[in-house]
């Protein structure tokens, strides 16, 4: 007797985490089409960390991390102190701001490679990721008034 | 499917995964819609829904597990994340038109696979809608 059934399900469960290893106050501004996304603003005080995403997926992957949720902003704006910004453009951004970050520099916040991830449960069937990205005093001293 | 029991066995995860994925977006997108978020499930959405619902997912990148895709949600959507998003790590998706209904009803029942689905869609494809279209949104996954 042949006798068929689904397959066992697999799921993924992925945080990010944004840590402030600097000692000033740090807000993350996304901007979609030239506005900005208040429900998108993050605020992270000095030398604390955000959980800034949870999510679960199903299949057993890498995961979705907070660049991929990014995916649709256009450019951020992280702000620190209330005083100094920094600009992060997004891959293959048309913008012209010399001092902003691209996409492909080791301190985009866009890009996932530089996240470090960390695996922190797997079974056959399940996988826990968590991804952090840290800003630095280094940041902030390169950030412009 | 066509045969039952004996030819859904023969269905690849991509399919029998990705139609959930699709039939998921779906109901859940037109049940919250009705109760007075008219954008829940699509592009802009985000925040309070999780996969699938977060921005339709159209997020799903190239390089993900093929099983759990955004294919059957693509054929019905009018997005086209890899071009409004700026994106080449996104499908290219100039597809519009299908139905879950229409698929469900008309074809779903003879897909196997891509290929399979590659070929109904063509045979089945909405006014419009052409086979390089399709071939070029089939190409992702």
Redesign the interface.
């Known amino acids: 007797m ?1 006798c ?1 059934s689904c ?1 066992h399900e697999e799921s993924t469960s992925t945080k990010t985490f944004i840590t402030n290893n600097s000692s000033h106050s740090i807000e993350i501004i996304p901007y979609y089409q030239g506005v900005i996304s208040n ?2 603003i993050k605020y992270i005080a000095p030398n604390s960390t955000l959980p800034i995403l949870t ?8 995961g ?1 991390s907070y660049p ?2 990014l ?2 902003v256009d450019s951020i704006y992280v702000l620190y102190d209330n005083l100094k910004t920094v600009v992060y453009y ?5 913008g012209n701001n010399p001092k902003a970050i691209t996409y492909d520099s080791s301190r985009s916040i866009y890009n996932e490679a530089n996240y470090i991830r960390k695996i922190t449960q797997e079974d056959k069937r399940s996988i826990s990721n968590e991804y952090t990205f840290t800003f630095t005093e280094q940041d902030f001293l390169d950030a412009k008034k | 499917m066509n045969g039952e ?2 030819q ?2 023969q269905v690849n ?1 991509f399919i ?2 990705s139609w959930p ?1 699709g039939v998921e977006w779906y109901l859940t997108s037109m049940e919250y819609r009705s109760r007075g978020i008219p954008n829940y499930g699509t ?1 802009t959405y ?2 309070s829904a ?2 699938p619902l ?2 339709a997912y ?2 799903w ?1 190239l390089n ?2 093929k ?2 895709s955004s294919v059957f949600i693509n054929l019905c959507d009018n997005f086209n ?1 890899n071009v409004q ?6 499908p290219n998706d100039q597809v519009t038109g299908y139905t879950l209904a229409g698929i469900e009803s008309s074809f779903l029942k003879h897909v196997y696979g891509q290929g399979s689905l590659r070929d109904q869609l063509k045979n089945n494809k909405p006014t419009g809608i052409t086979d390089a279209q399709i071939d070029q949104l089939m190409n992702n996954y």
Do not use: M
């Open positions: 042949l068929f397959r429900v998108d999510n679960h997926t199903r299949g057993k992957s890498a979705y991929i949720y995916i649709a997004k891959e293959n951004s048309t | 029991l004996i859904y066995a995860t029998a995964e994925v592009e985000k925040i999780s996969y977060d921005r159209q997020y990148p993900s597990p099983e759990y994340e998003w700026i994106n080449s790590s996104l």
